[in-house]
């Protein structure tokens, strides 16, 4: 069964500091997909990046980074220089081809709380 | 331009009440789904229609009850409200209902509906 494990659950950091998020993820499936959502205090879910299982290319954009390694079942993301509008709950969710239908498992999140 | 918006964003009722959460994409996608998150913010799917046809249903109460007048809208009825629906539900829509490799599967969500049952 697919499963999705965020072990850190909460994570302080201070203005400036990189971060790093780690997600871990379980599926039996060759072919899959991986998101990552942030959900700020106001609450609303906002979609930040897919990755297809077939494609390890890492990924940047600004000031987000994110490491794909399927040795290692590992979809981390890493925050450079944090800002306190960083601060939020983040999802790594996991979809499966397999199912035929999209049907997306999230983990239980890593709240980030950045401090100026 | 809201992509997905739910009504009402807020919802205080008592236990044993009929409700209702509408939820409309205005991004002319062909799938909708609907999420509860609990208290601890754990996020799980109950419901996704495709074309106004259920395609998933993950085990919930027969009390939850969607609706789809039509792919744009996807609404959430609950009858006899209990303690334990108390959670914030969240609508999302999608291009495409399966796994096509392409970005068109990615969900967009609502902001969420916070339900409170007392």
Redesign the interface.
Known sequence: AQKVTQAQTEISVVEKEDVTLDCVYETRDT?Y?L?W?K?PPS?????LI?R?SFDEQNEISGRYSWNFQKSTSSFNFTITASQVVDSA?Y?C?L???R????????G??TRLLVSP | DTAVSQTPKYLVTQMGNDKSIKCEQNLGHDTMYWYKQDSKKFLKIMFSYNNKELIINETVPNRFSPKSPDKAHLNLHINSLELGDSAVYFCASSQDQGISGRDTDTQYFGPGTRLTVL
């Open positions: 072919t997909y998101f959502y959900q609450g609303e879910l906002v979609f897919r297809n709950v999802f969710a979809s499966e081809a199912t035929g239908f999209q049907k997306l498992v999230f239980t999140g």
